[in-house]
């Protein structure tokens, strides 16, 4: 079964980090949410405080699919920090497989060099970290490229957990979602 293990730290923009997540399990996919701050109990951008599944020195993450890091700020920084998880971002991205972020925090894949020669969005202003990393920014509200899904911000949270449910699960499934949860453009 595809895992998904979303990474939060303090400072994480809950919309982004939670309507995926929301999206992700109703699919039905294995998603576990990881705190990177020592204690299971994380406090979003906006004082919003929120339980992990797991704290990162509890995984083991050899079962992930996906890694998904959500923006905000100082999220986006507090991740970036964190040398135990970018290790792990490293092999992950290493042995190919899916990374996806939103906001911000694909500036931490741009300063990885992950982002070269690829399409990718992120929040106004992170364009600039986009475009310096080798990425074509391409200011979209989702952009696949690759093993690599990026999104813009917030208000693309739910679109970003579309895209990882019709790649993980079903094109059908999404569109079946986005019907059930009133998702209308």
Avoid: W
């Amino acid at each position: 079964m595809n895992t998904v293990y979303t990474f939060l730290a303090d400072g994480f923009e809950e919309v982004e980090a939670l309507a995926v997540v929301d999206c992700l399990v109703r699919a039905g996919l294995n998603t576990k949410t990881v705190s990177v701050n020592g204690s299971n109990t994380v406090t979003g951008a906006h004082n919003i405080k929120v339980v992990a599944d797991i704290e990162f020195s509890e995984g083991d993450f050899s079962d992930a699919n996906v890694l998904f890091f959500p923006g905000g700020m100082p999220g986006t920084l507090n991740l970036e920090a964190h040398s135990g998880l970018m290790n792990l971002l490293d092999k992950h991205y290493n042995a190919g497989k899916e990374i996806a972020a939103i906001c911000a925090a694909p500036s931490i894949l741009a300063h990885k060099g992950y982002l070269k020669d690829k399409k990718a969005t992120c929040y106004p202003g992170f364009d600039k970290d986009l475009v310096e990393g080798g990425a074509t920014h391409t200011g979209s509200l989702v952009e696949e490229c690759g093993n690599i899904v990026t999104a813009k911000g917030p208000g693309a949270a739910l679109e970003l957990g579309y895209t990882l449910v019709a790649r993980h699960v079903s094109p059908e499934r999404a569109a079946e979602m986005k019907a059930q949860m009133i998702f209308e453009y």
